[in-house]
C-alpha cells in the first residue's frame, strides 16, 4: 500500500528566509509521480511542483524547488524568500504511473513571520 | 477561466439527516473526483467519474454515500444518513481527459455532523 509521511505538523519561517518541508513516502513501484499542494486559510488546494519519478533533476518553480532522492524514499519541498502569501497547509501527494488516486500526507501547517 | 464550483460552502445538520453536495468541474474536464477531508488529515478519494461513468469507487461507504454525474459534467453527493464522523470538508477536483497529474479543486463544502 502506498503511504505518505509528513513528519512536521507544523513550522514557522521569517520572511525573506528559506524553510524546507519534509515528505517521506513508502512504494513498491518504480514508476510514479509525487506532488506538493498548497491550501491557504480558504481552502482551494493549488498545485505547487510536481516531480516525475523517472527524471533525476529536481523540480523547480520559481522560489520552489524539491529535494527528491528516490532510494531514500524521500521529496523535500524548499521555499526560499518565504513570502506572507506563503502562509498556508502544504500536503505532500503521490500517484503511481497508471494509476488515477492520489494519496496524500496528512499536511504541514507553515507560518510565515512577517 | 472559470474554476471548479461547489456548493453549497458550508452545511451543518443533526446526525441521521441526509445532505448533497453539487460540483460544476472546468468546463471540458472529463474526470471528476469526489475527497473527504477530515480535519488534520490530507484529502482522501471518495470517487472517480469519467465522464458519466465511475472508475474508481473503493473507498465510497456505498451504505450511506451515494454519487452520481449524470451528462457527464455536474455531479452530486448524498449521504444518507449521516453520522459524526462524517463531519469533514468535501473537495470535488477535475482534470482534463488522461491528464491525471493536472488536478484542479474546488474550495470544498465543510460539513459538520451534531
Known amino acids: 500500500a502506498q503511504t505518505v509521511t509528513q513528519s512536521q505538523p507544523e513550522m514557522s519561517v521569517q520572511e525573506a528566509e528559506t524553510v524546507t518541508l519534509s515528505c517521506t513516502y513508502d512504494?513498491?513501484?518504480?514508476?510514479?509521480?509525487l506532488f506538493w499542494y498548497k491550501q491557504p486559510p480558504s481552502r482551494q488546494m493549488i498545485l505547487v511542483i510536481r516531480?516525475?519519478?523517472?527524471?533525476?533533476q529536481n523540480a523547480t518553480e520559481n522560489r520552489f524547488s524539491v529535494n527528491f532522492q528516490k532510494a531514500a524514499k524521500s521529496f523535500s519541498l524548499k521555499i526560499s524568500d518565504s513570502q506572507l502569501g506563503d502562509a498556508a497547509m502544504y500536503f505532500c501527494?503521490?500517484?503511481?504511473?497508471?494509476?488515477?488516486?492520489?494519496?496524500f500526507g496528512t499536511g504541514t501547517s507553515l507560518t510565515v513571520i512577517p | 477561466e472559470a474554476g471548479v464550483a461547489q456548493s453549497p460552502r458550508y452545511k451543518i445538520i443533526e446526525k441521521r439527516q441526509s445532505v448533497a453536495f453539487w460540483c460544476n468541474p472546468i468546463s471540458g474536464h472529463a474526470t471528476l473526483y469526489w475527497y473527504q477531508q477530515i480535519l488534520g488529515q490530507g484529502p482522501k478519494l471518495l470517487i472517480q467519474f469519467q465522464n458519466n461513468g465511475v472508475v474508481d469507487d473503493s473507498q465510497l461507504p456505498k451504505d450511506r454515500f451515494s454519487a452520481e454525474r449524470l451528462k457527464g459534467v455536474d455531479s452530486t453527493l448524498k449521504i444518507q444518513p449521516a453520522k459524526l464522523e462524517d463531519s469533514a470538508v468535501y473537495l470535488c477536483?477535475?482534470?482534463?481527459?488522461?491528464?491525471?497529474?493536472?488536478?484542479?479543486f474546488g474550495p470544498g463544502t465543510r460539513l459538520t455532523v451534531l
Open positions: 477536483a477535475s482534470s482534463p481527459l488522461g491528464f491525471y497529474n493536472e488536478q484542479f
Open positions: 501527494a503521490y500517484r503511481t504511473d497508471g494509476g488515477n488516486q492520489f494519496y
Open positions: 512504494t513498491s513501484e518504480s514508476d510514479y509521480y
Open positions: 516531480q516525475e519519478a523517472y527524471k533525476q
